[in-house]
């Protein structure tokens, strides 16, 4: 049991800064970031049995902040406002939709029920901040395929907001 100890240390050590930082960028509070990161560590080290291996841990614990962070907002009954983040791309289309609440929301919603892997190399590219050759590291796949990825998940975004905007 001490090698699990030491183990999930290592995964502690290693992915700190980059659930902290993908927090802090979400929740644009360093405290808020603080406490959610602890928080999500905690989660992690209680399912680590879970994981699956399939993808990057680094994702796996991402998308444990993420949730964390939405309960979080629950509990506070706010909603993240996505308006005030700075896109890695240049302004284009999708950022260009995101211009009041309703959008925001709309946009949240779209992004919740997309299908993996584009939900999270959206997730990573436009929350983590993360670089396409970091996305495709994660995945183990080409800058290519994270750059299409990413610009499918935007497109099937804003396909999706247009039929529903009618």
């Excluded at 644009?28 to 989660?43: L, M, N, R, V």
Aim: glycine letters at 4%; a negative charge; proline letters at 1%.
């Amino acid at each position: 049991m001490a090698g699990f100890g030491e183990e999930f240390e290592i995964i502690y050590m290693r992915y700190f800064n980059d659930v902290f930082l993908f927090l802090k960028k979400l929740s644009k509070d360093e405290s808020i970031a603080e406490e959610i990161t602890s928080e999500t560590f905690f989660k992690a080290m209680r399912s680590i049995d879970t994981f699956r291996g399939d993808t990057d841990i680094r994702v796996w614990l991402c998308q444990i902040a993420k949730n964390c962070y939405f309960s979080h907002l629950k509990r506070q009954q706010r909603f993240v406002d996505i308006t005030d983040i700075e896109f890695a791309d240049s302004i284009d289309t999708i950022e260009e939709q995101i211009l009041n609440r309703s959008d925001v929301m709309q946009i949240h919603f779209l992004l919740h029920n997309l299908d993996e892997p584009y939900k999270e190399v959206f997730m990573l590219r436009v929350f983590g901040e993360l670089s396409f050759k970091q996305i495709a590291n994660i995945f183990q796949k080409t800058d290519n395929w994270a750059c299409v990825t990413y610009h499918r998940a935007k497109n099937k975004i804003l396909e999706q907001m247009e039929v529903d905007n009618g």
